[in-house]
Nanobody, 124 residues
Framework: QVQLVESGGGSVQAGDSLRLSCVVS????????MGWFRQAPGKEREFVGA????????LYADSVKGRFTISRDNAKNTVFLQMNSLKPEDTAVYHC?????????????????WGQGTQVTVSS
């Protein structure tokens, strides 16, 4: 059984930074492409970014490119989302997800395992 547990969310002011973490247990973490998605109230789930098995390739949504950075530590079974210059429109529940595919994808259907999410609230 694969489990993903996010942490690091909170309430911040516009312009602040947060670092989210997602710890994966149950299977070999380094086999997965890892992604981050978010969902705001009343909105559809939105792709944020993804990182390859070895961390050498990343993919970002245009809305976060240049502000957010994904990284991973395979020795600690953890993927990170560093969020800088946060905006009120970044307010959402952030979920990490794991995919068996070797390809980076912005489609949620390509991800097999999901965490419960962590709330990020950005006030102006």
């Amino acid at each position: 059984q694969v489990q993903l547990v996010e942490s690091g969310g909170g309430s911040v002011q516009a312009g602040d930074s947060l670092r989210l973490s997602c710890v994966v247990s149950g299977r070999t973490f380094s086999n997965y492409v890892m992604g981050w998605f978010r969902q705001a109230p009343g909105k559809e789930r939105e792709f944020v970014g993804a990182i390859s098995w070895g961390g050498g390739r990343t993919l970002y949504a245009d809305s976060v490119k240049g502000r957010f950075t994904i990284s991973r530590d395979n020795a600690k079974n953890t993927v990170f989302l560093q969020m800088n210059s946060l905006k009120p429109e970044d307010t959402a529940v952030y979920h990490c997800a794991a995919s068996y595919s070797s390809e980076l994808s912005n489609r949620g259907i390509r991800y097999t395992y999901w965490g419960q999410g962590t709330q990020v609230t950005v006030s102006s």
